[in-house]
Every structure is written in structure tokens, then in C-alpha cells.
């Protein structure tokens, strides 16, 4: 099982072959691997992914067809395609936006966002800066920690059987 999925997330990564791998280690600040104009990631985006990704938007609970996905498979950064979460670790959260438990190695970065006058912790991808959500204590075990997605700014690639 572990070699199978480990196959599918090469399979991923080389399909993302595009944007190059070596780089600078991505923080909250600093520069990000895969690094688009503005001009460029509205052609790349539609305009509810972009106001997601590249202007920390929120889309509306329930909104997301992906809060209610349940086949296995690897959820990737819309902006990127860097895969992020692995659906074993989605939970039904209640919130109305796709939740996960814990996100894939080095998947994501976060930082401190105050904007609604009350600390929360975003949550965007270590490759591109995308803003994907928010990161909360109140999540199920074995972390306890609530991944709060939004789904537009997620691609989800359902598992394929081995050898297809
Ligand atoms: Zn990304």
C-alpha cells in the first residue's frame, strides 16, 4: 500500500514536471519556487480560485462539490499542482469546507493572520504561496488539528488502480 502510493506521488510529481523542484526554501515571506505576475496567475486562475489563492478570499461553506468527496486520492494546490493532502486524511468537519487532519511533508507553510481581528493561523502551499485556509486546534486525532480548505483552491486526483 505504502509502495503503491508512494508510485502515485511520483506519477503526481512528474506531471508537474513544469515548475522547477530545486529553489529556495519557501517561507510565509519570502520568495516561492513557483512565483507567477499577477497578470499571469489571472489567466492561469479562475476568478474564484484567484480571489482564494492570491487574495486570501474565503468561498462560501458548502459551496465546494470537494466538501463532500470521498474516493481516495491526493488533493493538490490549484495554483501549482503541488500536491497537499492525502484523502486519508480528509474528515468530515461540518463547517461546510473540505477539512483535513494533517497535510503531506512539506506540503504547506503557515502564518499568523490577523485580519479578522482574532489570531488565526493560515495555511497556504510551500511551492507557490497560494492562500489554500486555515489551520485550527479543534481537529480529530491523531494530531487534533483541523485543516479548514477552501476548495477552490484545490484539485483533487482520485486514485487510479495500479497499472492504468
Ligand atoms: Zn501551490
Redesign the pocket.
Known sequence: MQHSRSTFLLALAGSAATFALAGRPATATGA?K?SLSEAEWHRRLSPEAYDV?RQAGTETAFSSPLDHETRPGIY???????P?YDAKTKFDSGTGWPSFYAPLPHAIATSNDASLGMPRTEV???????H?GHVFDDGPQPTGLRYCMNGVALAFHPARKAGT
Do not use: E, Q, T
Request: aromatic fraction near 6%; charge should be positive.
Open positions: 516561492y513557483v489563492l493538490a494546490c490549484a495554483g501549482c499542482a503541488l497537499v497556504h502551499c510551500s511551492r507557490c504561496g497560494g489554500l
